[in-house]
C-alpha cells in the first residue's frame, strides 16, 4: 500500500514563505512524476506545480517565480518551497504521484491546509 504524507502546512503572512514536504512510502516514488495540487475554498482542484521522474518541470502561471517544486529520490520526498505567498494561495495543498506510462497508476496525500493572511 502506498502512503503519501504532506506536511509543513499551516498560517503564513502575506510575503512569507512555507515548504511542504511529501513523504512517499515504498520505492516506487523515483518511478513516478509528482505533481502539488490545491484546491480553494469554493473552487475546484488545480494542478499547481508538476516534476516528471526525469526531472522536466512545469508550474501554473499564478505560481511561476515564486514556487519550487523539487524531488529527493534517495528519501522519497518531494518538495514545494512557497515564497512571497499571497492570500488567494489560500488552498489545500495534495501531493499526487503517477505513472508516466499508465493513468491508472496515482495516488493522494491526505492534503494540507496552507492559509495565507495577515
Known amino acids: 500500500q502506498v502512503q503519501l504524507v504532506e506536511s509543513g502546512g499551516g498560517l503564513v503572512q502575506p510575503g512569507g514563505s512555507l515548504t511542504l514536504p511529501c513523504a512517499v512510502s515504498g520505492s516506487i516514488f523515483s518511478r513516478n512524476a509528482m505533481d502539488w495540487y490545491r484546491q480553494a475554498p469554493g473552487k475546484g482542484r488545480e494542478s499547481a506545480a508538476t516534476?516528471?521522474?526525469?526531472?522536466?518541470?512545469n508550474y501554473v502561471n499564478s505560481v511561476k517565480g515564486r514556487f519550487t517544486i523539487s524531488r529527493n529520490n534517495a528519501k522519497n520526498t518531494g518538495y514545494l518551497q512557497m515564497n512571497s505567498v499571497k492570500p488567494e494561495d489560500t488552498a489545500v495543498y495534495y501531493c499526487h504521484i503517477r505513472d508516466e506510462y499508465d493513468e491508472r497508476l496515482e495516488y493522494w496525500g491526505q492534503g494540507t491546509q496552507v492559509t495565507c493572511s495577515s
Open positions: 516534476i516528471t521522474r526525469c526531472g522536466v518541470i
